[in-house]
């Protein structure tokens, strides 16, 4: 299997986000990565249910909807009635995560549990079987344009290791300064799903980007 491009709208042009979805759309991307922060869980703001409802109304590839927020048992059939397909909470959010991601499916969703930097693969050891994917953070979540961090790489093999060992079929996402600099390098290590921000949407030319990171 290639790899799977998720490109971020937090870095698309939103006085004109209609234009880019539509370049996503007739590009070789897989899905649109959408990450809702809520300013508590992480100090930033972004899209709500009537955004989602919007972009979802002209997308046409799955949403793949990140919660940054405290809470999300709350939400989860508000995402899907918005048109969420995979729904990724974060275990440091979850006081009962086996019961989250029950919910998730329950409604129809893929489930997805992200983890901080500072947050050892290890605590997934008991629900890697019920999970889609796993997302692994390589910035601190919260705002676009970080500096990856080196330490994902050792990350995403721990986590490949765990995934193995358990006969899960559970994918590995990456979220983070990613670019074609560490593409390759992240892929090699088991990274299933890229999630790109800025290095796509900055670009002078955001299919022929993606194209490139397919390439990996």
């Known amino acids: 299997m290639s790899v799977l491009i998720a490109p971020s709208l937090l870095s698309a042009n939103f006085a004109n986000l209609q234009k880019d979805i539509e370049i996503i759309n007739n590009s070789e991307a897989d899905y649109f990565h959408i990450d809702v922060m809520d300013g508590v869980f992480v100090p930033n703001i972004s899209f709500g249910f009537p955004v989602i409802k919007q ?4 997308a046409k590839k ?35 995560l086996h019961r989250t991601i029950q919910n998730i499916k329950e409604n129809g969703m893929k489930a997805g549990v992200s983890l901080n930097p500072h947050t050892s693969v290890d605590v997934l050891q008991d ?66 799903i890229l999630v790109a921000g800025n290095y796509i949407f900055k670009s002078d030319d955001m299919q022929e980007t993606i194209a490139l990171l397919k390439k990996q």
């Not at 972009?55 to 002209?58: C, F, G, P, S, T």
């Not at 990140?66 to 959010?93: R, S």
């Open 62 to 96: 799955p949403l793949d909807v990140h919660l940054m927020i405290v809470n999300p048992d709350n939400y989860i059939e508000d995402f899907k009635n918005v048109g969420a397909n995979i729904l990724t909470v974060h275990y440091e959010a979850c006081n009962h």
């Open 55 to 58: 972009i979802n109304a002209l």
């Open 127 to 192: 629900v890697i079987n019920d999970i889609d994917i796993v997302l692994i953070m390589s910035v601190n979540p919260g705002f676009g344009g970080q500096k990856f961090i080196e330490n994902t790489y050792n990350k995403i093999k721990q986590c490949k290791e765990l995934i193995k060992k358990n006969n899960a079929n559970t994918l590995i996402e990456v979220d983070g300064g990613v670019n074609n600099l560490n593409a390759g390098k992240l892929v090699e290590n088991g990274a299933d």
